[in-house]
Structure formats: structure tokens, C-alpha cells
């Protein structure tokens, strides 16, 4: 339940808010009115990609620019799911997850957290990364991962020809270093996004 103090802008209903990373499911509570759910017309789930997200605030909030909203959506899979050769979905999870650490989105990161936990096997890891931050010593792939999502999201200018032969020496070719870079890229986004638009809270 939230209460309307415009037309278009909300306060959430009480809820605990959570104050440390963490791979436990959260819920994500807008502050500015989604479209309703019967409100939707074929163009708006056609943008939804998915269209049970049709249930989710945060898509239905987006859906207001369905254009928009189908590039982002069409961008977000291809990056993540597409398995045309590249990273190895853990490692993608992992950028997605460290550049969320780093901008302090606590929803993005427990998502991301959770599936580079989940496809990596590699639960420690994955919590040293939350509970340490960034500069959590994980292992070399992983740690140049990170070192290079850090330096995109940070000042994007500062990632260098280091961060990707740092990356190369790894283990990682082209194409997998594209993918790191790329979800590392689209997450320093979507956290914004995100963050500007709602606020997480503790599933009931």
C-alpha cells in the first residue's frame, strides 16, 4: 500500500529498509506511479519483452516510454543472456554485481549477487564482495572483473588498455572482455535509474 501526495508521486507504505548488501531477495517500492496493470495496451508489452514483468512496479513504471523501455530491455538480455560464445554468465553477473556494490544499489546488487553466486558456485566469493566491498580479494579472473567494472563506473575515463590486458592475462578473449565491459556499462546506468526512481525493502 502507498499513499498518493500528487497524481503521479508516492510515499511508500511503512517497510524495513535494508542497510547492507545481501544475496536475500528484496522487494523494490517506486516512488512515482507505474501504469496500472490493465492500463497496459499490446504496445506496452511488447516493450515489457517479458510479459509476466507486466506484475513488476519497476517495469510498469518504465513502460511509461515503452520505446524505451523494449531498447533497454532488448539491451539488459543481450548482454546477459546471450550465449554466442563471451563470459561466462557468472562473470557477467559479477561485473553487474560489483559495479552495484560500488554505486551502493543495494536492490541491483542482491539480484546480481545472487546469480554470479548461483552460475559461479562460488557463494564465499560472492559475500566477501558484499560484505568487504570492492577491494575484497577474491581470486585473479575475479579480481580483474572487478578492478575493471570499478574503473568504468568510478570515472569511465580511467578505464584503460591495463584494465583489459589485465582482463586478457585472466583468461578472458575479446569477446568475453566486451561482455564484462558491457554489463559493467549498463549497470552503472541501470543503478541510477533505479536509484533515483524507488527505494528497496526487506521481502515480508
Not at 563470459?87 to 543495494?106: F, H, K, Q
Not at 558484499?130 to 585473479?140: I, M, P, R, T
Request: with cysteine; glycine share 4%; proline share 6%.
Amino acid at each position: 500500500m502507498t499513499e498518493k501526495t500528487s497524481e503521479k508521486t508516492l510515499i511508500p507504505a511503512a517497510h524495513t529498509e535494508p542497510v547492507v548488501f545481501t544475496r536475500d531477495q528484496l522487494d523494490w517500492l517506486p516512488w512515482l506511479e507505474p501504469m496500472a496493470e490493465a492500463a497496459l495496451t499490446p504496445r506496452h508489452i511488447t516493450a515489457l519483452v517479458d510479459p509476466p514483468r507486466a506484475k513488476s512496479d519497476y517495469f510498469r513504471l518504465l513502460a511509461r516510454d515503452p520505446d524505451i523501455l523494449e531498447a533497454r530491455t532488448r539491451t539488459d538480455k543481450d548482454i546477459f543472456y546471450n550465449t554466442v560464445g563471451g563470459a561466462p554468465r557468472a562473470d557477467r553477473e559479477l561485473a553487474a554485481a560489483a559495479t552495484s556494490r560500488l554505486n551502493g544499489c543495494i536492490y541491483c546488487a542482491s539480484v546480481h549477487a545472487r546469480h554470479a553466486a548461483i552460475y559461479g558456485k562460488r557463494e564465499a566469493d560472492v559475500d566477501k564482495l558484499l560484505h568487504e566491498g570492492v577491494s575484497a580479494d577474491l581470486d585473479e579472473r575475479w579480481n580483474a572483473i572487478v578492478a575493471a567494472s570499478v574503473a568504468l563506473t568510478a570515472i569511465p575515463i580511467d578505464f584503460g588498455p591495463e584494465h583489459v590486458e589485465r582482463l586478457s592475462k585472466a583468461g578472458l578473449d575479446d569477446l568475453a572482455i566486451l561482455d564484462v565491459i558491457n554489463a559493467a556499462a549498463f549497470f552503472n546506468w541501470a543503478n541510477r535509474l533505479m536509484l533515483s526512481l524507488g527505494e528497496p525493502a526487506t521481502t515480508a
